[in-house]
């Protein structure tokens, strides 16, 4: 999520090998970081197969020690699994696509622009020459391009490529799936960003349709639509309805206590803001209280 700007929605949340099970990654606050399972050659010899297996092991550590906030290991590990493929199979290959999209996400977190900028471009080219424009991976890069620009605030250079991935999952995978949901919500936390609310909340509330209808009505995905739309009523002026919205994220992360509790948190702050702004001291520092402890308790 980029929560750097308020909150963005991560596409791709796994790394796996052929054959064996996705390893869940957890979401990633600040930045769109975007891995989705490696792509990885089915035939090669026992050498090649035992560095492509590592090249693999050092990307999990990698994914692992950022959606950990822990940069400086995270840079480590992606770099040496960059390098690993890159003896493997060459920069021109999938596998070192992937790795390099998710170096540049880290470069974005850290706040080292022109880095992203370079890696997630140079990461595109090499995903549009051997796995063309409508492979998730060629989206979720564009994704991350798109996230720079939002965190950049050039919102006229991020509209059109967070629309690229809109019509791009549209074709691959349908209106129903969840990372068009995803993409049709980024889209639309770009037009609350800048103001074009009646676009931003047929777009969110769309999203939100869409991880209902997949995934039910307590599923983290859930709790980032909430709050955007939270933020879209509380622009509008209807304090009650920004008001539900944040009830109902709240109760979903109470019945999931395996989210990052930095989500409650920032969910309870949000809450004691709003409280405030309606005239509920009383209540807001309650509010504010349960943010202290559930911070305490991370």
């Known amino acids: ?29 600040v930045a769109p970081a975007t891995v989705e399972p490696l792509q990885l050659p089915a ?11 590592e090249g693999r092991l050092l990307a999990e550590i990698g994914v692992r020690a950022l959606a950990s906030k822990d940069f400086a290991v995270a840079e480590r590990y992606l770099s040496k699994s960059l390098a690993v493929f890159q003896e493997a199979l060459g920069e021109d290959s999938h596998p070192y696509a992937q ?3 998710t170096l540049g996400c880290l470069y974005s977190i850290k ?10 471009l140079q990461a595109l080219a090499i995903s549009k020459k051997v796995v063309g424009p409508d492979h998730e991976t ?55 960003v800048v103001g074009n609310l009646d676009q931003a ?21 859930l709790v980032n639509s909430l709050e955007l739309l939270a933020d879209l009523q509380k622009e509008k002026g209807d304090l009650d309805a920004s008001e539900e919205a944040l009830k109902e994220a709240l109760a979903i992360e109470e019945k999931l206590p ?8 920032k969910t309870l702050q ?24 559930a911070g305490q308790h991370r």
């Not at 035939?43 to 297996?53: E, F, G, H, I, V």
């Not at 939100?208 to 995905?221: D, E, K, M, S």
């Not at 395996?258 to 948190?265: A, D, H, R, Y």
């Open 1 to 29: 999520m980029w929560h750097g700007m308020l909150s963005f929605v991560v596409l791709g949340s796994a790394i796996s090998s052929p054959g064996s099970p996705a390893k869940k990654m957890p979401p990633v606050a």
């Open 43 to 53: 035939r090669t010899d026992d050498l090649k197969q035992l560095q492509l297996a």
């Open 99 to 101: 790795v390099l999209n």
């Open 111 to 120: 706040g080292e622009v022109q880095k992203a900028q370079q890696t997630l």
């Open 138 to 192: 060629h989206l979720s890069i564009l994704n991350s391009l798109g996230g720079l620009y939002m965190q950049q605030k050039d919102f006229d250079k991020a509209r059109p490529i967070l629309q690229q991935v809109v019509n791009g999952y549209r074709r691959t995978v349908g209106e129903e799936h969840h990372l068009y949901a995803a993409s049709v919500t980024n889209l639309g936390f770009l037009d609350l």
């Open 201 to 221: 909340e047929q777009s969110l509330r769309l999203g939100l349709t869409i991880y209902r209808q997949r995934f039910g009505n307590v599923h983290p995905a």
């Open 258 to 265: 395996q989210l990052n509790g930095l989500s409650k948190v």
């Open 270 to 293: 949000r809450y004691a803001t709003l409280l405030r702004q309606m005239g509920r001291a009383d209540e807001a520092r309650i509010m504010e209280e349960k943010a202290d402890q």
